[in-house]
C-alpha cells in the first residue's frame, strides 16, 4: 500500500539553525500539507500547497517558514532559524485530489531545538 | 475560523465494552469530519469519516455519527480489544479551505484485558 515517508525520524538542531524537513508524498497526489504537534497538544495546521503553490497557510507559519516541491517527489519544509517553541512532531500529509477528501499522513519528524 | 472540542482526553474501557468519543465543531460550513488513530510514534491513520450529507456510518466494530443541528460528532467503537488502545483524533474541514483539517484535542483510549 502506497504510503507518506518523512526524513529524518528525528532531528536536533542549536537554537537560530536551518533545518529542513523531508516529505515524499504518495505518487501520484496532488495536495500536500504540513501538521505540527507540540508534545501533549493537537494537531496543527502550518500550510498546504497545490499546484506548485501555498493555497493556505496558518498564522503559525511566518516568514521564517517555506516548502518547496523541488522534483517531482519531495516536499520540503524549511525553518530558517528555529527557535526553542519550534520544538514538535512534524506530520506531512498528501490527498490525491478534488474528488477525494482523505489525507494520508507520514510518520513525522521529531524536531528537537535546543 | 473552526474550532473543534474533543471529549474525554482519557477513556479506560474493559475489554469488549463500547468506547464512545464525542467531539463538537463550531463553523456551520464544515462538511467533513474524519476520524485519526495515533499509536505511539507514529503518525495518524484515518479509520473512518464521515461527510455532512450522511448521518451515520459504520465500518465493522467502528461507527460515527454526526448530527449537523448540534455540530457533533461521535466515534462508536463496539467490542473493543488491547490493540484499540491509541490516541484518537477527531478533525473538521470547512467547505471553503483547501483541505486544511481542524483538530481536536485527543483521546487517549486505553483498553485493559
Known amino acids: 500500500e502506497p504510503e507518506v515517508t518523512q526524513t529524518p525520524s528525528h532531528q536536533v538542531t542549536q537554537m537560530g539553525q536551518e533545518v529542513i524537513l523531508r516529505c515524499v508524498p504518495i505518487?501520484?497526489?496532488?495536495?500536500f500539507y504540513w501538521y505540527r504537534q507540540i508534545l501533549g497538544q493537537k494537531v496543527e495546521f502550518l500550510v498546504s500547497f497545490y499546484n506548485n503553490e501555498i493555497s493556505e497557510k496558518s498564522e503559525i507559519f511566518d516568514d521564517q517558514f517555506s516548502v518547496e516541491r523541488p522534483d517531482g517527489s519531495n516536499f520540503t519544509l524549511k525553518i530558517r532559524s528555529t527557535k526553542l517553541e519550534d520544538s514538535a512532531m512534524y506530520f506531512c500529509?498528501?490527498?490525491?485530489?478534488?474528488?477525494?477528501?482523505?489525507?494520508?499522513f507520514g510518520p513525522g519528524t521529531r524536531l528537537t531545538v535546543l | 475560523g473552526e474550532n473543534v472540542e474533543q471529549h474525554p482526553s482519557t477513556l479506560s474501557v474493559q475489554e469488549g465494552d463500547s468506547a464512545v468519543i464525542k467531539c463538537t465543531y463550531s463553523?456551520?460550513?464544515?462538511?467533513?469530519f474524519p476520524w485519526y488513530k495515533q499509536e505511539l510514534g507514529k503518525g495518524p491513520q484515518l479509520i473512518i469519516d464521515i461527510r455532512s450529507n450522511v448521518g451515520e456510518k459504520k465500518d465493522q466494530r467502528i461507527a460515527v455519527t454526526l448530527n449537523k443541528t448540534a455540530k457533533h460528532f461521535s466515534l462508536h467503537i463496539t467490542e473493543t480489544q488491547p490493540e484499540d488502545s491509541a490516541v484518537y483524533f477527531c478533525?473538521?474541514?470547512?467547505?471553503?479551505?483547501?483541505?486544511?483539517?481542524?483538530f481536536g484535542a485527543g483521546t487517549q483510549v486505553v483498553v485493559t484485558p
Open positions: 500529509a498528501s490527498r490525491s485530489g478534488d474528488l477525494t477528501d482523505t489525507q494520508y
Open positions: 478533525a473538521a474541514r470547512t467547505t471553503d479551505s483547501w483541505g486544511k483539517l481542524q
Open positions: 463553523d456551520s460550513a464544515s462538511n467533513y
Open positions: 505518487s501520484n497526489h496532488l495536495y
